[in-house]
């Protein structure tokens, strides 16, 4: 191992808190040899994030100190150095020279207030000592390199200019700037959608090979890990729990943590050919049967058709309504008793829009939504609050959509008092079934929401939306926050819940892998249309709509085996849905290409 | 309950507690007369033993009229924030939770009472109504009222977006019980940080009121009117100033610290 290009051994990291210090990290060792991508893999709060933070001596900045361990760094000039005892002005000289850091937000992780050619100079400026001309043309081969079209426009350009997926390939450049010998990509994609997630992956991967420049790569997707890994380090509280190739952690994991981990990951075509969702396979519980086909299924529960949905774009000293954003324009769909239809697309493209309007929760333009006998867009306040007794929603966030200061009891009770359907003991009672409906223990009503885990959270907001008996609910990203041996969880709960009441699900989501997994019928969405609806097997195993073709294939796979880079210089410029007041859209036609599958006629 | 037990708590409360009662018991013990009586051969003096805290110009013992002068000062403080808090809390809620039109209507309202100076709107609405202590704290108040209508406005509009607002929309919830359940509990951090910090300001709001003749009337005694009092002498002697200012900034750090301890005790996320 003395070729290493860096050797962390023992490394130990501590937060001083209020509560006293707190060990982040414990005895991680691993080493990555140069022109090797190592992704160090695990859930929120496994240390990931810390490690690779501590290589470059950032935790300091954020309350961390290295206590005990080295870091050895194998310099250009053949020197090694130990990172953790090396001086201030020895660090500025590896920062972003030697090592070059990517982080996850595009969005902030530029300075919005300076050019894209200042950002992107700055250190070739500090490290390179290039000014002016110079400094711009390597600026100008950096952004070539990372394959943004129009190179010279870019650098007079602002982040706020670009897309999300431009801006971190604008992040990237910087990170190349100086030709750093380790690069580190902390959850670079973890805030892209999925086929620009697949053009960063490939950009990541043919960078490092044409440099022969080292990537340690942090991720809490197992699939991604498949994608890009040489080496994976599984980390899990602090510790390494398992270290490999990455066909052998994949192929033949040894610990029981890291198998949780495979087992928990949903796999693109696992549910090839099978006829309805089943339960992901959780490791130490019984495998779950498929839960029974509900009888009453064939019922239309909720039809919605032509549904728009429009926000006004306002300027000027007026305030006047120059333009709109159609965020969902003429979708039309029918969801069935006890029946999961997902709404898949990439940010954007309406879907939670979509689910909100139903609600009402955003007002549509047009359009008529069928509730079991209620037309929901005719309904007053009073009959509106009624009809949301059937209809409920779970969010995405489980830390933002509980209210801090109340009681978790009080929140799951507030739908019960507020339709009047219980009170006194008769509420504690429902209040108490409802938390072992989704499986917490009744104690927990006296908690509060930062009590609990992510995880424990997002059961308390199912217990709420289960109050009412609704028949329909709608979950808006609801797995999309957590960890995927909690989401498994969540999504085996969602998947009884159904089974045992009979209840319908409007499954909005961006990750194709969970979709396939728990709907019976599927939606892909693009600018505000539906563009291709079926059942899941047409969906996925026929797509016609070149579009669920695209989001298909940028899917990262979770087998080392299968692995499908792209050619990273495709470069799809996204079409605005803003639209000036009086734009006339044309109406959504479909083709049905076999009875329920329909995919959108005009391009 | 353990929050307030820490040094910072116990520090705070001690603070707030002693000069609360102070101002609330020392009338009842020191008769009006001894804020007072001149010592014409002891004016300006410095600290003794007769004098703790040195005299005013007019030979009054300072620490007599400091103890005396709490009690104004505290009870037009305040009253004052607390009728900005009536008027400018459901002002700033309604606005930030309805917005629209209403909130329009209600911020310009607002806005035009923020285009003046806080003291001098103050000033103005003091020489309107008259002296006296009632119209001082009306005065001071309704000059506070459209800081604390703005801040409510801001933290309104932020709270109105989360999404247990929109969950708790779904769920049926009216526009009272969103409000009273879900708006105000998480605004009220900012609406205490805010009053402990007006406390301090309406004070010294009150103490210019009275320098121009229409807070509290001399010969009564306020710590706003002491401090005036002292700019002549600040040269000669100090402690005129310092013995009122150490009062002001006694109870502006008490608050502050009551009120910190006070937000983390109602924040249910702070308890161990």
């Known amino acids: 191992m003395t070729q290493a290009l860096v050797a962390i051994e023992g490394l130990k990291v501590a937060f001083s808190t209020d509560h006293g210090p707190v060990t982040a990290v414990e005895d991680v060792s691993f080493s990555i040899a140069p022109g090797e991508t190592v992704c160090v893999v695990g859930e929120s709060g496994s240390g990931k994030s810390v490690t690779s933070l501590s290589l470059m001596r950032l935790v300091e900045f954020g309350g961390g100190r290295i206590v005990d361990g080295r870091l050895r760094f194998r310099r250009g000039d053949g020197s090694a150095i130990d990172v953790t005892t090396a001086d201030a002005a020895t660090m500025r000289s590896l920062r972003g020279n030697e090592i070059g850091m990517i982080f996850q937000e595009p969005m902030t992780s530029l300075n919005p207030v300076f050019t894209i050619e200042r950002q992107l100079t700055d250190g070739l400026r500090v490290h390179r000592g290039l000014r002016g001309a110079p400094a711009r043309a390597r600026a100008l081969e950096l952004l070539r390199e990372v394959r943004i079209p129009e190179p010279e426009r870019r650098l007079k350009q602002y982040p706020h200019e670009l897309s999300g997926g431009m801006r971190q390939r604008v992040v990237i450049a910087m990170a190349m700037a100086c030709a750093p010998r380790l690069l580190i990509a902390d959850e670079p994609t973890t805030a892209l959608d999925v086929t620009i997630q697949a053009e960063i992956l490939g950009l990541i991967d043919r960078l490092k090979r044409d440099n022969g420049m080292a990537v340690l790569f942090i991720t809490h997707d197992m699939a991604v890990v498949a994608q890009m890994a040489d080496r994976v380090v599984v980390m899990y509280r602090g510790r390494v729990v398992e270290e490999g190739p990455v066909a052998e952690i994949f192929e033949r994991p040894r610990e029981d943590y890291t198998k949780a981990l495979l087992a928990a990951v949903p796999r693109l075509g696992a549910m090839r050919g099978k006829p309805a969702p089943e339960p992901m396979p959780l490791l130490g519980a019984e495998a779950e049967a498929a839960p029974p086909r509900m009888t009453e299924r064939g019922r239309r529960l909720l039809e919605v058709s032509h549904l728009v949905t429009r926000f006004p774009v306002k300027s000027g000293p007026l305030r006047l309504t120059r333009a709109h954003v159609h965020a969902v324009e003429d979708v039309s769909f029918g969801l069935d008793v006890g029946e999961t239809l997902a709404l898949v697309g990439e940010s954007g493209c309406g879907k939670s829009t979509t689910g909100r309007s139903i609600l009402r929760l955003v007002e549509p333009q047009s359009g008529t939504i069928g509730l079991d006998g209620w037309d929901i867009r005719s309904l007053g306040p009073v009959d509106l609050r009624r009809a949301r007794r059937d209809m409920q929603m779970v969010f995405q966030d489980p830390f933002a959509s509980l209210n801090p200061y109340r009681r978790l009891r009080d929140q799951v009770a507030e739908p019960l008092v507020n339709f009047g359907l219980a009170r006194g003991s008769a509420l504690d009672d429902r209040v108490a079934e409802l938390f072992r409906r989704v499986e917490l223990p009744a104690d927990f009503g006296s908690r509060y929401p930062h009590e609990l885990s992510g995880g424990q959270r997002q059961r308390v907001a199912i217990a709420r939306a289960l109050a009412t008996d609704p028949k329909l609910i709608i979950a808006d990203e609801a797995v999309s926050a957590l960890d995927v041996s909690v989401r498994a969880q969540i999504l085996n709960l969602m998947m009884r819940l159904q089974a045992e009441f009979g209840l319908s699900f409007l499954f909005i989501s961006h990750d194709m892998a969970v979709v396939e997994r728990v709907s019976h019928r599927i939606g892909v969405m693009y600018l505000g249309r539906i563009v291709e609806i079926g059942t899941r097997a047409q969906i996925f195993e026929d797509p016609r709509h070149p579009y669920t073709r695209a989001l298909l294939a940028a899917v990262p796979i979770a087998d080392p085996r299968q692995r499908r880079l792209h050619d990273d210089t495709v470069f799809r410029p996204l079409p605005s849905p803003v639209h000036p007041v009086g734009h006339v859209p044309a109406p959504s036609t479909y083709d049905e290409v076999e009875p329920g599958h329909l995919v959108l006629a005009l391009d | ?272």
């Open chain 2, 1 to 272: 309950m353990r929050r307030f037990l820490s040094a910072k708590g116990l520090v705070g409360l001690t603070l707030v507690v002693l000069i609360v009662a102070i101002a609330l018991v020392a009338p009842l013990f020191i008769p009006e007369t001894a804020g007072t009586r001149m010592d014409m051969r002891a004016r300006l003096a410095g600290p003794s033993l007769v004098h703790p805290f040195g005299t005013d110009q007019l030979g009054r013992d300072l620490l007599v009229r400091v103890v005396l002068g709490a009690h104004t000062s505290l009870t037009i403080a305040g009253l004052a924030v607390l009728l900005s808090i009536v008027v400018g809390l459901p002002l700033g809620v309604v606005s930030g939770y309805y917005r629209g039109h209403l909130d329009n209507l209600l911020m310009r309202l607002v806005d035009t009472l923020l285009a003046f100076p806080a003291l001098l709107l103050a000033l103005t609405i003091s020489a309107m109504l008259g002296p006296s202590l009632q119209n001082t704290v009306i005065a001071i108040g309704v000059a506070f009222t459209p800081y604390l209508a703005r801040i409510v406005r801001g933290e309104a509009l932020r709270v109105v977006q989360m999404p247990y607002v929109e969950a708790a929309r779904a769920a049926g919830t009216s526009d009272p019980m969103m409000i009273v359940r879900h708006i105000l509990p998480n605004i009220m951090p900012q609406v205490i940080v805010q009053a402990t910090i007006s406390l301090a300001f309406a004070i010294l709001a009150e103490a210019g009121l009275s320098f121009l003749g229409l807070g509290t009337q001399p010969p009564a005694s306020s710590w706003g009117l002491m401090i005036q009092a002292s700019r002549d002498y600040l040269d000669r002697a100090p402690w005129t100033a310092l013995v009122p200012g150490a009062a002001v900034a006694m109870t502006v750090l008490g608050l502050n610290m009551f009120g910190d301890v006070l937000r983390d005790v109602l924040d249910p996320r702070a308890r161990a």
